[in-house]
């Protein structure tokens, strides 16, 4: 049925989501501040629309690929803020 390839699917992205924030804790914190800033002030895209935190954590899907956890965090590095000395967090690129 629809209800069971819905509940398959729910488990598969959840386990995804676990193994991408294992992989680079370093976004967890990112994350949840570019949500709860775009809950308090959704963002104009260039082209047009708005960026809402409904749509930022849209970007989820791409766990669902085969490069989609190098898609997503290299899309989280371009949202980091730069370091004190202006120059990117050497920490975010570090391996595990």
Avoid: C, I, W
Wanted: net charge negative.
């Amino acid at each position: 049925t629809a209800d069971e390839v819905y509940a398959a699917t729910y488990k598969r992205m959840e386990e995804r989501n676990r193994r991408f924030y294992q992989r680079y804790p370093q976004d967890v914190e990112l994350v949840r501040s570019l949500v709860a800033g775009l809950h308090a002030a959704p963002a104009p895209l260039p082209r047009g629309g708005t960026l809402t935190a409904r749509r930022f954590l849209q970007l989820g899907l791409l766990l669902g690929s085969a490069s989609g956890f190098e898609a997503l965090h290299d899309l989280l590095e371009l949202a980091r803020p730069p370091s004190a000395d202006g120059l990117p967090d050497a920490t975010s690129s570090l391996p595990d």
